[in-house]
Every structure is written in structure tokens, then in C-alpha cells.
């Protein structure tokens, strides 16, 4: 039975290791690398590369950049007393696309997730409360996306600084539950930003159920 090569094979396997592309997948776009022209596979690797050495968070909200600082950050026509809290890059760009939103953002590279050990100290959310508590936010807008883990992380998120002097608001109206920002349409989320609504803390035995379910 014909095979790969060892070194095409390795090439499937770790474009098979990209989120949503299977094995399947994976062959084609190793076949589609293997057959490019030098000039077009340099070009190629160039650009991964540069991008790679390039791009880094920014040090204030930590989207990508290729400054110390985010242009959103560095934007004084921005408001900086709303703070908006995302899951990804691409849930901000989503919300960017809208033009319904002029505040700065909050990324967290991640949510909650304590079945796999994902654990505040694993992504952007202590960070996130040391940022509102030396602020001086008037809104915080949790935008985590409306799934199970979504909604652990803004609950934790809510108890961490419950007490605080902040309007704390979540996008709920338009938003289906156990949908991805990224995946709604713009009409939707716009609809989203202006029906927030205010965030109710949960009794603790809801709290204790819901991080341990």
C-alpha cells in the first residue's frame, strides 16, 4: 500500500493539530505546500515567520500588536471608562465590525475551564482584576461568549469584584444561549451591546453548582 513520505506525513500531522482542520483537511493543504514554487513556499515561511517574531499582546489590554501598545489602547478618542471583557481576539474583532462599541477591550485569551485545570492563573482574567480595582471604570461589559464556560468566567469575574464602584452589564438580548460572538451576525450583535442588561451575582450554592457540574 502506498504511503507519505516521512517528512510530508510529518507535515500533515502538525497541520492536523490546527483547530478544525482533520485529517482530511490537513492532507490537502499539505499537498498545496508541498507543490508551491520555492519562490512562493519562501514567501511562504517568510510571512509566518515575520508574523511570528512580530505580533505579541499588547501590554495594557493584551490584543495583538506589533507595538508595546494595541492601536484601541492608544486611541484617545476611544472611551476608557468602559472596559469590554472577550474570550479571543476574534470575539473583539467581531464587536469591532459592529461600530455599535467606542470603549477599550480586555482580552483573555481563554475561559474558565476547572474539569481541564484551566484555572484563572492559566489565562488573562487576574490580570483583568487588577486592572478594574486600579481603574477608574464607570462600566464593565462582560462579553464572554453565552456557553457553559462563557458563563463561569463572567460570573467569577463579577464575584472577584463585586463591591466595587463599577456598573458591571452582560450581553444577553439577540444572543442566542451557547452561541459564539464570532458567529453572530452584526445586526444581532449590535442588538446585543444595546440590550445589555445588569449582572446579578448568584446565590453560592448556584455559584458551587455550576463550577463543579
Known sequence: ??????????????????????????????????????????????????AKIKIKKCSICYNLTEEETCDICRNLERDSGVLCVVEEIKDLIAIEKTGVYNGIYHVLHGVLKPIENVNAENIKVLELIQRIKKGSFKELILATNLTYDGELTAMYIYREINGLDIRVTRLASGLPVGSDIEFADQTTLRNAFKGRGIVKILEDKVWKTLQFQ
Request: overall charge negative; charged content about 25%; hydrophobic content about 35%.
Open 1 to 50: 500500500m502506498q504511503e507519505y513520505t516521512p517528512s510530508y506525513q510529518r507535515v500533515i500531522d502538525e497541520l492536523n493539530k490546527l483547530p478544525g482542520i482533520g485529517p482530511k483537511s490537513a492532507e490537502k493543504l499539505a499537498s498545496y505546500i508541498i507543490r508551491l514554487d520555492d519562490a512562493s513556499f519562501t514567501n511562504f515561511i517568510e510571512t509566518i515567520t515575520d
